[in-house]
């Protein structure tokens, strides 16, 4: 496998089709230097895109929400993803629209003259987490927290935030787990480093309130497909000690989809039947 940076194919950049290996930009990007981007993933099955346009929409929240404005509507990202799709011949892909400042008369912190730039990759990527929807997922606890919502627009999907995802999961993939699970700043279960999470106990489900991390889109799904099978779920502060008491347990997100996990830490979980349910149940409607 290439690098990202060394592949064929055409990426969408600021309106047009560019070739792959020339989709760059300056070092004095503003985004490289303070963070200033936002992006979305999004999976492609069978040519169309799930929940597309609410990625969309979520793009253009998230700029607002670190302060910058996207030139583009939601019809004109939709219609971009769907440019860079046909441009390479996919079906089945992985899609990547990101926003940020680009370089111009700014490069210290305030950065209100440099435009706003925009671009939509797509590539084939399998299995997030390998092989872990049949025996589930190893996850390590990560030392460092999900911040206050007072510190960082936590319902933007903001490439600053993933700063401790990034250090979390290389500390766990050292310690042989496939990514690591994170508390709060309150010291409550929170998610994984990209992905949401949720716990089975007694046939009903719990999973942590999102008011200080991301309320995935696939998590909000899955919390529908439970609900329409009349499956209780508590959507509640989760406190450490009660995983121990947790039979089951499974990860949710546009790369993960639906990943049981099988270990967090020292405490075990079985990949059981409501899991392994829900995995199938999400293959066959992003498939429908």
Same mark, same amino acid.
């Given at each position: 496998?290439?690098?990202?940076?060394?592949?064929?194919?055409?990426?969408?950049? &600021?309106?047009?089709?560019?070739?792959?290996?020339?989709?760059?930009?300056?070092?004095? @990007?503003?985004?490289?230097?303070?963070?200033?981007?936002?992006?979305?993933?999004e999976?492609?099955?069978?040519?169309?895109?799930?929940? =597309?346009?609410?990625?969309?929409?979520?793009?253009?929240?998230?700029?607002?929400?670190?302060?910058?404005?996207?030139?583009?509507?939601? &019809?004109e990202?939709?219609?971009?993803?769907?440019q860079?799709?046909?441009?390479?011949?996919?079906?089945?892909?992985?899609?990547?629209?990101?926003?940020?400042?680009?370089?111009?008369?700014?490069?210290?912190?305030?950065?209100?003259?440099?435009?706003?730039?925009?671009?939509?990759?797509?590539?084939?990527?399998?299995?997030?987490?390998?092989?872990?929807?049949?025996?589930g997922?190893?996850?390590?606890? =990560?030392?460092?927290?999900?911040?206050?919502?007072? @510190?960082?627009? =936590?319902?933007? %999907?903001?490439?600053?935030?993933?700063?401790?995802?990034?250090?979390?999961?290389?500390?766990?993939?050292a310690?042989?787990?496939?990514?690591?699970?994170?508390?709060?700043?309150?010291?409550?279960?929170?998610?994984?480093?990209?992905?949401?999470?949720?716990?089975?106990?007694?046939?009903?489900v719990? @999973?942590? %309130?999102?008011?200080?991390?991301?309320?995935?889109? @696939?998590?909000?799904?899955?919390?529908?497909?439970?609900?329409?099978?009349?499956?209780?779920?508590?959507?509640?502060?989760?406190?450490?000690?009660?995983?121990?008491?947790?039979?089951?347990?499974?990860?949710?997100?546009t790369?993960?989809?639906v990943?049981?996990?099988?270990q967090?830490?020292?405490?075990?979980?079985?990949?059981?039947?409501?899991?392994?349910?829900?995995?199938?149940?999400?293959e066959k409607?992003?498939?429908?």
């Open positions: 496998m290439t690098g990202y940076d060394d592949r064929d194919g055409f990426i969408w950049m &600021d309106g047009k089709l560019v070739p792959w290996r020339e989709a760059n930009v300056h070092l004095l @990007t503003h985004a490289l230097h303070y963070a200033s981007s936002v992006f979305e993933g999976r492609a099955y069978g040519g169309r895109i799930f929940k =597309s346009r609410e990625h969309s929409e979520r793009l253009r929240t998230s700029a607002s929400l670190i302060d910058f404005e996207i030139p583009y509507s939601v &019809d990202i939709e219609a971009a993803k769907a860079v799709m046909q441009a390479n011949g996919m079906t089945d892909a992985y899609v990547r629209a990101l926003a940020w400042r680009g370089a111009g008369e700014d490069m210290g912190v305030a950065s209100r003259r440099n435009p706003v730039r925009m671009a939509v990759a797509a590539w084939e990527w399998g299995a997030y987490y390998g092989d872990a929807k049949m025996k997922a190893k996850l390590d606890i =990560s030392k460092w927290k999900r911040p206050s919502p007072e @510190t960082a627009p =936590s319902q933007a %999907k903001a490439a600053g935030l993933y700063m401790i995802c990034t250090m979390s999961k290389h500390a766990a993939e310690k042989g787990c496939s990514d690591a699970m994170m508390f709060d700043y309150r010291g409550y279960v929170a998610e994984a480093t990209g992905a949401n999470i949720f716990f089975v106990r007694d046939g009903e719990h @999973t942590p %309130k999102p008011d200080c991390f991301l309320n995935g889109i @696939t998590r909000q799904t899955v919390i529908g497909m439970l609900h329409d099978r009349q499956i209780k779920v508590h959507e509640r502060h989760i406190m450490p000690e009660e995983l121990e008491g947790f039979q089951q347990c499974w990860l949710t997100g790369a993960a989809e990943t049981p996990v099988g967090i830490g020292d405490y075990s979980f079985e990949v059981g039947a409501l899991a392994r349910e829900m995995v199938d149940a999400y409607l992003v498939r429908a």
